[in-house]
């Protein structure tokens, strides 16, 4: 069963792939909105754990709506949410998607869909939505980490990765009058980790 | 890593345990409140998965205490759940428990807990307390069970399982006056599962 991974090369979507390797045809997909490019840093991660990668460009047009959400909130939940619903869609709507798994777990609070968002996904698409990681909690998935993964820790702005929220930072401070400091206030910066290795045990 | 799953001999947990058996040191742990004779068939069941499965035996009080909820209530949503809470706090209780695990999945309704209870279980007893099942659907669960599991199904009067509802069913058709009416109006048949051995891929 071929089963398609929102991968940002972070711990979270990681180690979703390595918890379904062993059951599933993995194949890990990175998404773009065409602002940063982002594909190299996935690509290289994704080969490092032993699986292949592949990039689904999305239309700047998400970008641009997600960074009016957050201007309009003062906080970035909704305009992360956007994005990933996006993804999601996206990936569900393609003619060979049967099964779609993303790294969101049991503590996140974004980007997360509701149970009735979730059933409406797999209802519409036909397609089985997966999330790994929904049973496991903080220290739990810190546990699987430092044992299957090599990681580099640091401030988000600081971490090479290939997330929705490298693209939207940039974006705000790039096209927005004041942007460098709209994106110091609105995004707090925060821990981020980006994986560099599998751990051979 | 060694995890306790909690095991009915049922699809949900061969399966939970099935998914952490590549990541983790798995041993099964099969629930008896002295009302019904369940061990056998769990401990077979086990051994045709290739796992150890040792016996964790409960007061009858938790089933007295349960049946009276379903009486009260006119369902047995409070009661199970009532067991399974029981459950958890005992295995979690043992000074050798550092990851707990068991089958529920998104879809369920019962037994299940809130996200604020699973936190408290954890922080009380300093465990990891893991659902593998949780970011599974109905038809995710049903595609891997048919991989990896060969399954007898039947009315849930005659599957032979493992499970709480057998000795809180048992219990009630022998101590309530119109027990066995009780039982049959209060638990609607449903379909179970009894795995009866793995697949080999």
Redesign the interface.
Known sequence: ?KVKVLFSSGKDSSLAAI?LE??FDVKLVTINFGIVPTFNIARETAKKLGFSCSEKVLDPSFIIEAASMLIEDGSPGRAINHLHNSALEAVCSETDTT?VADG?R?DDKVPLLT?SE??SL?DRHKI??????????R??VD??AE??LQIIQGESDEVEKADYEVELRSFIRKQYINGDSIVDSLFPKHIQSHVINKKIS
Not at 128 to 137: A, W
């Open positions: 069963m918890l062993p059951f099964i969101t049991r149970v979730v059933r797999e089985k939505y997966i999330r790994p990681l929904m049973g496991y909690g220290s739990a546990a699987l044992t299957h």
